[in-house]
């Protein structure tokens, strides 16, 4: 260690024009000729520019060179911002200012727009993060085989009345009927007894059913309320979810034809719809790997067999999405709080990143200010130690998408200075199996302890696949992870890890050398200085040196 700090020392010094001259003391003033002060002025340009190149080398996310300059280590953001991009911020401006906004992944619902507004989207991106400097990944958002969704045919939204009498049927039909609902499945009433409820969109509005006539229903308004196009719907009988088993594939032709299409524009996320166990999502992982494409396929949780088969399909995942719109459809509402905080837990045991989404911020849509809440929510998210928050219609279609990403970051960084005020800590199970994966999980969670003990100022990992991060995050640390990779996959994958930012940085062997680089990299552009302490760790194995010998971690005093 004396070693490598005397290495920074030399490396962080560079030539003192002021005291040397070309490696020579000058002991009183040394009148140069005009050659001579040539030489050195050259001399001086030509390091400069070398700096420079090699600065070019560091691909930093400009977003987080900003914040780590304007707030120091400890002011960094640890929690991450996914935003759904929507008609309202699809433009190259707009999803510039979401970008300096603080969103580090872009999502796209195949559910709407066509391939080519999707295509241009993805592209818009891409470029922004090559001509800006932003690390932006893209998430796309299959469709699934929907079932349990109603379209009354009208491209706006319709009022149900109290008392009023509709009509709910499988026929199919063009334009809209007055109250009239086309269900998209036949047999959508199997097993409906009449005096059962049929509840809209978790509740928007509630339906008593009156009598069954064929395949259809007549059912009488209890609850009044808005009735969205392609609104779902789910039936209750004295406050239990009444289940219903379909035998539709989890992947409908047209989430084909999607996956596809995100694998030929090089998208960096897939989140699967209805996910009911845990083979469709190895299924997908199977498919990617036979295309050789390193996608992180994610899953959505938002069904009641999907919470039963929870643990199985968090394992065979790459990364979770809360969806709780669909899960309050058809689990209590009083249960969704204490669901969502099992969720988080178990991801974190079991160390895949989780996303929370659906109506963080709803009233934004319409509203510049989010309600009292809806800021409860978010915060209860960030306390529960989730990986990222979600925006949906807010940013979508909203008229205020900056101001909601706004309110986003500023409420979690305010939780997170509250978690470090708090130390919390929690106890993790030990997930590796073999032997490397035992000493790696290992070294990132006493590495993560001494930080937090010693108080230091920045963990520094290199690796290229990302393995170390990943369980560096998994730990929560106070310190920011700085993560170097020379991998553009592992880069954009690491987008979603809490706490993490990711670095493209060329790695060699020569793990002195790679710490030497970055730091003093980072100090020439401003963002170390002298006497920060920094924890380094590393899952960059040099050819000539087994793994067993060469895991370790060190701390490192910038000089």
């Known amino acids: 260690m004396a070693s490598m700090a005397a290495e920074f020392a030399l490396l962080s010094t560079g030539l003192n024009f002021k005291k040397r001259v070309f490696n020579l003391p000058t002991t009183s003033p040394l009148k140069l000729s ?129 008392g009023s009498t509709w009509f709910f049927t499988t026929e ?140 199985e399909i968090v394992e065979a995942s790459d990364g979770i999405m809360v969806a709780r719109g669909d899960l309050g459809v058809e689990i209590p509402l009083e249960q969704v709080p204490a669901v969502q905080e099992e969720i988080i837990d178990l991801c974190r045991k079991l160390n895949k990143p989780v996303i929370i989404a659906s109506q963080l911020l709803e009233s934004m849509i319409e509203y510049p200010t989010p309600t009292r809440a809806e800021v409860a929510d978010v915060s209860e998210a960030v306390r529960q130690r989730a990986d990222a928050l979600m925006l949906s219609g807010e940013s979508a279609m909203g008229s205020y998408g900056q101001k909601a990403i706004s309110v986003l970051r500023m409420t979690s960084a305010r939780m997170e200075l509250w978690g470090r005020e708090e130390n919390q800590q929690s106890f993790l199970p030990q997930i590796g199996e073999s032997l490397p994966d035992q000493v790696a999980e290992q070294i990132c969670s006493c590495a993560c302890q001494m930080a937090n003990k010693l108080g230091v100022d920045a963990i520094l990992v290199y690796t290229t696949h990302g393995q170390m991060a990943s369980l560096l995050s998994r730990n929560r640390p106070n310190s920011p992870i700085f993560a170097f990779t020379n991998k553009s996959n592992t880069r954009m994958a690491l987008t979603l890890e809490w706490g993490v930012v990711p670095i493209a940085f060329d790695l060699s062997d020569d793990m002195d050398a790679n710490v030497s680089k970055t730091t003093r990299l980072m100090k020439a552009k401003g963002m170390m200085r002298q006497g920060d302490v920094i924890l380094v760790v590393s899952d960059v194995i040099p050819k000539s040196v087994t793994p067993s010998i060469y895991q370790s971690f060190q701390v490192v005093v910038i000089e």
């Open 172 to 311: 199919k039909f063009d334009g809209c009927r007055p109250f009239t609902v086309q269900a998209n499945y036949e047999g959508f009433n199997e097993g409906i007894r009449e005096g059962d409820e049929l509840v809209v969109d978790g509740g928007m509005a509630t339906f008593e059913v009156i009598e069954r006539i064929g395949n259809d229903l007549r059912c009488k308004c209890t609850d009044p309320g808005l009735l969205l196009p392609r609104a779902k719907f789910s039936f209750w009988r004295d406050g239990k979810l009444v289940e219903k088993h379909h035998e539709l594939p989890t992947f409908s032709e047209k989430d084909w034809s999607d996956i596809k299409f995100g694998i030929t524009e090089g998208v960096d996320f897939i989140a699967l719809s209805f996910v009911k166990d845990a083979a469709v999502v190895k299924h997908l992982k199977d498919h990617l790997l036979t295309k050789n494409k390193f996608v992180k396929v994610l899953a959505k949780i938002e069904s009641l067999e999907s919470l039963k088969n929870l643990e």
């Open 34 to 162: 005009l050659k001579q002060k040539f030489n050195c002025i050259t001399t001086k340009a030509l390091l400069q520019e070398e700096l420079k190149k090699e600065e070019e080398d560091l691909k930093f996310d400009v977003v987080k060179e900003i914040e780590l300059r304007e707030n120091g280590f400890m002011g960094m953001r640890k929690t991450k911002l996914v935003c759904t991009v929507g008609p309202a911020c699809c433009s190259y401006e707009e999803l510039e200012k979401l970008a300096l906004g603080g969103m580090n992944v872009a999502r796209l619902n195949m559910c709407h727009n066509t391939i080519h507004w999707h295509q241009d989207v993805i592209r818009k991106i891409k470029k922004l993060n090559l001509e800006k400097g932003f690390c932006v990944s893209v998430m796309i958002d299959t469709e699934g085989s929907q079932i349990n969704v109603l379209d009354h045919g009208s491209p706006s939204s319709v009022k149900a009345e109290e």
